[in-house]
């Protein structure tokens, strides 16, 4: 079943990419991270994922959600399993890759991850952001799958006390998707995620999509 993302905030797509295709990538990203950890970020160096990440299909998939066209500027693997289990809490996704600071009171704090600079975006910002979740394992209910509060992005950014009242007030949908699968994500969406109840990974390509890597003067999205 598709849900239309510009409706709820999120939408499913089943089979979209192969095993085959699953197995080239899983063992393309084999290294990006160790035991233990929970996965990689700066994909978009790793000439697979950018492969992926300009796919005909994804592309598609992001200008369908923006309304207009797509250009892909960060991936992260996220690798949940019995070595690296975590628990995430309710939030919404405003990190943003920016190539430089610049001054502006709607933007920040900043901080430095893995070598790239990021910034806390505003609403109108994120608005032009759609993030591609690509299934490399099946979402089960006992491998910690993402659950997200349906509509909730449709609320701007949210401080912490609408953050509790939005997920006490509304029930929360458990997003599986199978093998292959291709789940899109609201950058404002609430969502979060339990620990695995089992030793089962579930690894996720995690690529974000922008209407444009230009905001406007200074503010340009570095691609990472």
């Given at each position: 079943m598709q849900n239309s993302i510009r409706d709820i905030g999120y939408s499913t797509f089943e089979e979209v990419l192969t095993h085959q295709e699953c197995d080239f990538i899983t063992r393309a990203v084999g290294n990006a991270s160790s035991s233990g950890r929970a996965g990689a970020r700066n994909l978009m160096s790793n000439p697979a994922v950018a492969e992926l990440a300009f796919d005909s299909r994804l592309l598609q998939f992001a200008a369908d959600a923006l309304g207009t066209k797509a250009s892909p500027f960060r991936a992260t693997?996220?690798?949940k399993s019995g070595a690296a289990n975590w628990r995430v809490l309710w939030h919404q996704?405003?990190?943003?890759?920016m190539s430089q600071r610049f001054n502006s009171c709607e933007w920040g704090p900043w901080s430095t991850k893995a070598g790239v600079l990021y910034a806390l975006a505003p609403a109108w910002a994120l608005k032009t952001v759609v993030a591609l979740r690509v299934h490399l394992d099946a979402s089960t209910r006992d491998n910690g799958p993402l659950q997200v509060?349906?509509?909730s992005h449709k609320a701007g950014v949210l401080s912490a006390t609408a953050i509790r009242r939005e997920i006490?007030?509304?029930?929360?949908?458990?997003?599986?998707?199978?093998?292959?699968?291709?789940?899109?994500v609201r950058p404002l969406l609430?969502?979060?995620s339990t620990k695995a109840r089992c030793d089962e990974p579930r690894r996720v390509i995690h690529i974000e999509y922008a209407h444009s890597l230009d905001f406007g003067t200074g503010l340009r999205l570095c691609v990472a």
């Open positions: 693997l996220f690798e996704d405003r990190a943003l890759p509060i349906p509509n006490s007030s509304q029930e929360a949908d458990t997003c599986l998707v199978g093998r292959g699968g291709i789940l899109t609430l969502h979060s």
